[in-house]
């Protein structure tokens, strides 16, 4: 079945406290995006990769990092949470910038 | 700056048609699509404008007039699995998302 998956889930964290949110999908993707989602503001992109080793700043990317070494695989890394990065993430793929995106089950973190 | 507008929330009939309509300022246009997000759940496509004029995907049409920066999503026969959040997002120049924050459609019986 083709899907994006995340893990985890849900998380509860600590100010400070290193985190990495997994993504991975199984189309053969190269175009693969980080979203964060808060009410009233709608989707925000974090960052995103066309490939392989390519990656690139969204509008919103301070305090995260990501990495590309596989195409499957797009982590999302928060080297020093902070409260004001509790938010819903999602992660995407797609075959090109212009094609539909196909969307991860999101991931819901607060950090306390 | 760029810009996607959409009303925040509107209601309708089990049965009865809606348009939720989306205006965008942004630099450059490459298409504009429609996702549809349940409560608690990941967006899920539902069309995609390059052209004017209008795509029709069984109950759902998508609109779309370039020229005046305008778009709506029409959804007909309402069922009250489509009470859901309705997500305009813009292709600019450089082939980025722009999104708008969400129209959130609720269905009374």
């Known amino acids: 079945e083709a899907q994006v998956t995340q893990n985890p889930r849900y998380l509860i964290t600590v100010t400070g406290k290193k985190l990495t949110v997994t993504c991975s999908q199984n189309?053969?993707?190269?175009?693969m995006s980080w979203y964060r989602q808060d009410p009233g503001l709608g989707l925000r992109q974090i960052y995103y990769?066309?490939?392989?080793?390519?990656?690139d700043k969204g509008d919103v990317p301070e305090g995260y990092k990501v990495s590309r070494k596989e195409k499957r695989n797009f982590p999302l890394i928060l080297e020093s949470p902070s409260p004001n990065q509790t938010s819903l993430y999602f992660c995407?793929?797609?075959?090109?910038?212009?094609?539909?995106?196909?969307f991860g089950p999101g991931t819901r973190l607060t950090v306390l | 700056g760029q810009n996607i507008d959409q009303p925040t929330e509107m209601t309708a009939t089990e049965g009865a048609i809606v348009q939720i309509n989306c205006t965008y300022q942004?630099?450059?246009?490459?298409?504009l699509f429609w996702y549809q997000q349940h409560a608690g759940e990941a967006p899920t496509f539902l069309s995609y404008?390059?052209l004017d004029g209008l795509e029709e995907k069984g109950r759902f049409s998508s609109f779309l007039s370039r020229s005046k920066g305008y778009s709506y999503l029409l959804l007909k026969e309402l069922q009250m699995k489509d009470s859901a959040s309705y997500l305009c997002?813009?292709?600019?120049?450089?082939?980025?998302?722009?999104w708008g924050a969400g129209t959130k459609l609720i269905i009374k019986p």
């Open positions: 995407a793929s797609t075959r090109k910038e212009y094609n539909e995106q196909f």
């Open positions: 189309m053969n993707h190269e175009y």
């Open positions: 990769s066309m490939n392989v080793e390519v990656t």
């Open positions: 942004t630099s450059g246009f490459n298409g």
């Open positions: 404008n390059v």
């Open positions: 997002a813009v292709l600019d120049s450089n082939y980025q998302l722009i």
